[in-house]
């Protein structure tokens, strides 16, 4: 055999019916060796083309270029939007609250003022009539579906707050009387209370009719509130179990203050 007869063997396969006994050994070998590679492919194409057909029940797994893809044995579920349930609460959620709300208030509020001043700013009876009567006025942040801090608030319809203020609604009036802000004990000193009202007022400010915010608050909090965007009144006429307030005025239709960097 020429050099160019055995090329074109050796190029096309060859046939184990060549001329040279020493040869065919060898090029059967080729052949049946890409015969069995082709084979191989084509199972590897067969079982490809299936997983895909399975409309993406399988998954295709490769790290690296290199490295050929295989497919994961466990199916994976293709889940429609409409098949997803949801099961877990979610991590963080800003709503109007309710009167089924009331007792986590109330909790929050009874820790944060009762042990300090010995006097909540609403009673549960309060929380509860308020929460019935304008549950728009008011905003709760829930971490997992707990309350972790809350704002209620009320109308009013005088230019200064006065002791009727509060335990009183006046609907369909420019004012909103925010009564408490609270947050709960293991959230405090995280940006929660600024975050939170920060949001009431932006709230606010979309409510057709409002004009303004007003609240009463001791003296160490006037600094909080004026970073918040509030102004100073002056002393409110309001007094509580001896204790004194300033009150602060928010305008509602004024500049929006910026929020803290919080990371939220
Ligand atoms: C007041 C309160 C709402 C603030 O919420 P918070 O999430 O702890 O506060 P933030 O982390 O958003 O902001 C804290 C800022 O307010 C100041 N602040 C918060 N609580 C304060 C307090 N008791 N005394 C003085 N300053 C206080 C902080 O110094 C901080 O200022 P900085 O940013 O310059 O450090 C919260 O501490 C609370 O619920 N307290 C008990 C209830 C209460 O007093 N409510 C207000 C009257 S209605």
């Known amino acids: 055999m020429s050099d160019l007869e055995s090329r074109d063997l050796l190029e096309t396969g060859g046939t184990c019916g060549g001329s040279s006994p020493s040869l065919r050994r ?53 889940v429609t939007p409409r098949q997803q349930r949801r099961h877990t609460l979610p991590a963080s959620e800003f709503r109007n609250l309710t009167p089924q709300d009331a007792i986590s208030v109330f909790e929050i509020e009874r820790e944060a003022f009762v042990s300090v001043s010995g006097e909540c700013p609403l009673t549960l009876n309060e929380v509860l009539n308020f929460l019935g009567q304008c549950p728009e006025l008011s905003l709760g942040w829930f971490e997992e579906g707990q309350l972790v801090a809350f704002i209620i608030g009320s109308g009013w319809h005088k230019e200064r707050l006065s002791q009727e203020a509060m335990t009183q609604h006046v609907p369909d009036t420019p004012t909103v009387h925010i009564h408490v802000l609270s947050v709960h004990r293991h959230c405090r000193q995280q940006g929660k209370g600024s975050i939170l009202l920060w949001r009431y007022l932006q709230y606010l400010r979309c409510m057709p009719g409002l004009r303004r915010a007003l609240l009463i608050c001791e003296d160490f909090l006037v600094p909080f509130y004026l970073k918040a965007g509030f102004k100073e009144k002056g002393p409110s006429e309001i007094s509580v179990s001896n204790m004194q307030f300033q009150e602060m005025e928010y305008m509602l239709n004024g500049q929006v203050y910026a929020r803290r960097n919080s990371g939220c």
């Open 26 to 78: 060898p090029l059967c070998i080729i052949r049946s060796d890409t015969k069995k590679k082709r084979k191989r492919r084509s199972g590897q194409q067969r079982r490809h083309k299936a997983a895909l057909h399975e409309g993406n029940m399988t998954k295709q797994v490769s790290g690296s270029p290199f490295l050929k893809p295989f497919f994961l044995k466990t199916p994976v579920r293709v």
